[in-house]
């Protein structure tokens, strides 16, 4: 069973365009939304995150808007550029759970920016 | 050295080989997790441990064994292993186990068993 459902596999963007990833989860004690970035032969890094007290997030180009009622939430990237080509990752985690370490990670979203 | 550090980062192995897998954070953090990451798969918590105590076991099989002598090093040693255990390795860090501590990655140690 996959609990973070990430779409979608593959992305081409133009630079300047907006780049968007969309992750729907299942648990609903989930209360913790990051989104790693991965560039070739490094690991995963954290770019940024939410927790559904708020809709909304941003940080400077990069923007998570979240839909608890949906249980979906999504990575906005404005003004795209060839440096942010990477593979992108959502994740969740019970924060107040008793195993609150474990991230469960969506699939991945492979983001190729075009100059 | 900085960050998370894994060691070797690329390893070749036969189905009867014996091989270890090292990493070592250098950020004075007390908990260090093992990931797998295949491709097109989400990646695959494997250990967790916290004050070199391991407190997660996620079903993996006994022919991967991890190792945490103190709280800088994590081994993960390799026996016996599939051509389905071909995946890339994944050693992360954080201050301590849960919460809201964020997890520091390493590059990762590329494994192809033959």
């Known amino acids: 069973q996959q609990q973070v459902k990430q779409s979608p596999q593959s992305l081409i963007v133009q630079k300047g365009g907006i780049s968007i990833i969309n992750c729907a989860y299942e648990n609903t004690a989930f209360d913790y939304f990051p989104w790693y970035q991965q560039f070739p032969g490094k690991g995963p890094a954290l770019l940024i995150a939410?927790?559904?007290?708020?809709s909304e997030k941003k940080e400077g180009r990069f923007t998570i808007s979240f839909n608890k009622s949906a249980k979906q939430f999504s990575l906005h990237i404005m003004d795209s550029q060839p440096g942010d080509s990477a593979t992108y990752f959502c994740?969740?985690?019970?924060?107040?759970?008793?195993?609150?370490?474990?991230?469960?990670f969506g699939k991945g979203t492979l983001l190729t920016v075009n100059p | 050295e900085t960050g998370v550090t894994q060691t070797p980062r690329h390893l070749v192995m036969g189905m009867t080989n014996k091989k270890s897998l090292k990493c070592e954070q250098h950020?004075?953090?007390?908990?260090m997790y093992w990931y797998k990451q295949s491709a097109k798969k989400p990646l695959e918590l494997m250990f967790v441990?916290?004050?070199?105590?391991?407190?997660e076991n996620n079903s993996v099989p006994s022919r991967f064994s991890p190792e945490c002598p103190n709280s800088s090093h994590l081994f993960l040693h390799l026996h016996t292993l599939q051509p389905e255990d071909s995946a890339l390795y994944l050693c992360?860090?954080?201050?301590?186990?849960?919460?809201?501590?964020?997890?520091?990655f390493g590059p990762g140690t590329r494994l192809t068993v033959l």
């Open positions: 992360a860090s954080s201050q301590e186990a849960g919460g809201r501590l964020e997890q520091f």
């Open positions: 441990y916290s004050l070199e105590e391991r407190v």
């Open positions: 994740a969740a985690k019970e924060e107040s759970g008793g195993s609150n370490y474990k991230l469960t």
């Open positions: 939410i927790r559904p007290d708020v």
């Open positions: 950020l004075g953090h007390n908990a």
